[in-house]
């Protein structure tokens, strides 16, 4: 009875959009919440929450963020305030969609949250390291929903791209998006562990592959867990998977073709295990780090 008072004071109180983005915001503050899934701060997730509890785009004019409320609306953005506290579940979990190359794809937790630096090598067209006119086939290993692989079929409308993952539940929902984009005469999923059941060769093999170290999973904080572990986890120094990627990726390039990786903090570890590699690190405009680019030629010299 009590939270039903509460609840009927505080729809008393809040009447719009703005008053609830507002509430929404301090009492994420009160809650110490984490902001690592694609937000940047506790009013941008409280406006994503609010909008899109909704069904509002999330570039709704603020000029609507006036608008009162019905008792229905409200009850539906408390709900999954509520839940965002309570059970430290990321919004795009809650909401069931991410953001990637300015893209949506259905996400759950199945898959990691897309939230990559890697969108904007795609939305580059991975230029200078590739002549866009050039490429005609793309892999995306270690795919996970998809993202990074479907943006690619927007950047390069003339190439086949291919979407591994070891994870059968995540090529469900690789699948899931593929559909979604209507893709499916350019995208294909493959189950896969690492190179395993692939036979091609690409001109790009772009991965996100798990990263993260030991020490790194146990500090991780609550919103972290929602994802697969499979997804994050990659040894003591979380360079398990990217160490077999570097021993088996040339022989699924073509001549010209490039290797890009994202590592993440593992940059450090990886670059003092092989000072010798002549690893690329991209500098993005936009913010992150932890992504290198290696060319079939130099993946020979130094992992053959």
């Known amino acids: 009875m009590k939270q039903s008072i509460d609840n009927r004071t505080l729809f008393d109180e809040l009447s719009t959009l703005t008053d609830f983005m507002r509430w929404g915001a301090s009492r994420f503050v009160e809650a110490e919440l984490s902001y690592s899934h694609g937000m940047s701060s506790p009013l941008d997730e409280a406006v994503y929450l609010v909008l899109r509890s909704l069904q509002l785009p999330v570039d709704t004019p603020e000029v609507y963020w006036n608008s009162k409320l019905t008792q229905s609306e409200k009850e539906a953005i408390l709900v999954i305030i509520k839940r965002r506290i309570k059970e430290r579940i990321p919004a795009a979990y809650l909401m069931k969609e991410g953001w990637f190359a300015g893209l949506q794809f259905y996400v759950d937790e199945r898959v990691l949250v897309p939230r990559s630096p890697i969108a904007e090598l795609v939305e580059n067209q991975f230029v ?93 904080s609550d919103e972290f867990h929602h994802e697969p572990e499979i997804g994050l986890s990659s040894g003591s120094d979380g360079l398990d998977c990217t160490r077999q990627i570097l021993k088996q990726a040339a022989q699924y390039l073509t001549d010209e073709g490039i290797l890009v990786v994202e590592v993440g903090n593992s940059q450090y570890a990886l670059a003092q295990e092989y000072p010798e590699v002549p690893f690329q690190w991209v500098d993005f405009e936009r913010g992150g780090d932890g992504v290198f680019v290696l060319t079939k030629d130099q993946l020979e010299i130094h992992f053959s």
């Open 128 to 220: 200078p390291w590739v002549n866009p006119d050039e490429v005609e086939s793309i892999l995306d290993l270690c795919t996970g929903s998809g993202c990074i692989g479907i943006a690619c079929a927007y950047a390069f409308p003339g190439a086949s791209v291919d979407l591994a993952d070891i994870s059968e539940e995540a090529i469900e929902v690789a699948n899931i998006n593929i559909d979604k984009h209507d893709a499916r005469q350019q995208v294909t999923a493959i189950q896969s562990d690492l190179f395993s059941s692939l036979t091609s060769q690409y001109d790009i093999i772009v991965s996100n592959p798990p990263y993260v170290d030991a020490d790194d999973i146990a500090r991780m």
